[in-house]
């Protein structure tokens, strides 16, 4: 259930920033059986929100184990069942130690054996390169792994995510499936050419390079029915003080291109909420709990016709 309003919640702050959200061939994707999922990495905590727009499944999340340090990313990454996984940059004394993500492996062998799917991000950290970035062998290392202790099944699911300007509000973003891997297909045991193979498949659905904008017009856009337009309308009338402020917020907590998104998400989704809790109760005082309730149902019902109408 958790999972499911925070896929929720993270859809709409998704796509009350991006103009349109783009997903091909998703079709590529198992419905069933232990998945890796293999995404380019150059929005930080964006690319996790659209990878898991883009699987039709729980998904696990693996994340830089700095991220649980401190009471409140202890507390997240229990709550949301992040597998945190130490980086060599973030422990220079970890370096050339095969052991320091033993028990992370553990947990992901024993997340596939559950037939879960888990995202990994192999170019290992968040960039502001348009071509993907050499990919470190964990990702395969693992599945080599839990198909060596008997896990079957196993797909890995390369998706390249391209953005027109994925610091500019009301631009557009395109995730494409790239062919799947069948781990139980793969001869013999090298991570290293098993990990080729993998930067192979998501290099040919990640664009590189200048991308002319008609690349991404194509596409039928729907002109949604009146009561859907009006709930819409609504929603942007009633979230716009929230939204700007959250904007200008991350733009001055930003450091590189890599960051507006991702604060104007955060930002926006905790001052929207801030914003209902102040009047929600201003309503109920004044009118009484049923208005009280009708008016936060109509904000949340226009939050989200205002986030997916006219979307293609």
């Not at 993500?101 to 799917?117: K, P, W």
């Not at 890599?258 to 955060?266: D, K, L, N, V």
Request: glycine content about 8%; hydrophobic content about 45%; cysteine-free.
């Amino acid at each position: 259930m958790l999972y499911g309003f925070l896929q929720w919640v993270g859809g709409i702050a998704l796509h009350w920033f991006y103009r349109d959200v783009r997903i091909l061939h998703a079709d590529r994707v198992p419905r069933s059986g232990p998945l890796l999922v293999a995404v380019n990495h150059q929005n930080a905590v964006v690319d996790a929100i659209l990878a898991q727009w883009v699987i039709p499944r729980p998904l696990r999340i693996t994340a830089k184990a700095t991220l649980a340090e401190g009471f409140f990313g202890a507390m997240m990454v229990k709550l949301t069942g992040i597998i945190p996984l130490r980086r060599i940059s973030d422990d220079a004394t970890s370096a050339g130690d095969p052991t320091r993500n033993r028990r992370s492996f553990e947990r992901i062998v024993e997340e596939l054996r559950r037939d879960q799917a888990i995202l990994v991000f192999p170019e290992g950290k968040s960039h502001n390169e348009p071509e993907v970035a050499p990919l470190k062998t964990g990702l395969a290392r693992a599945a080599l792994r839990a198909r060596e202790s008997g896990v079957g099944g196993i797909h890995i699911v390369p998706i390249g995510i391209t953005f027109e300007s994925k610091a500019e509000p009301g631009t557009v973003v395109v995730a494409q499936v790239g062919e799947v891997i069948a781990v139980d297909d793969w001869p013999g045991d090298n991570a290293h050419a098993l990990t080729e193979q993998v930067a192979e498949n998501l290099r040919a659905v990640s664009f590189t390079g200048d991308v002319e904008e008609k690349s991404f017009a194509e596409g039928v856009q729907h002109t949604p029915p009146a009561l859907i337009r009006i709930a819409s309308e609504w929603g942007h009338i009633t979230h716009k003080i929230p939204i700007k402020l959250a904007r200008k917020l991350a733009v001055k907590q930003s450091n590189d291109e890599g960051e507006p998104a991702m604060y104007t998400m955060i930002y926006g989704i905790a001052l929207t909420l801030l914003a209902y809790a102040i009047q929600v109760p201003i309503v109920w005082l004044l009118a009484g709990g049923v208005a009280a309730t009708l008016y936060l149902a109509s904000l949340i019902i226009g939050a989200y016709y205002a986030a997916y109408a006219g979307h293609g």
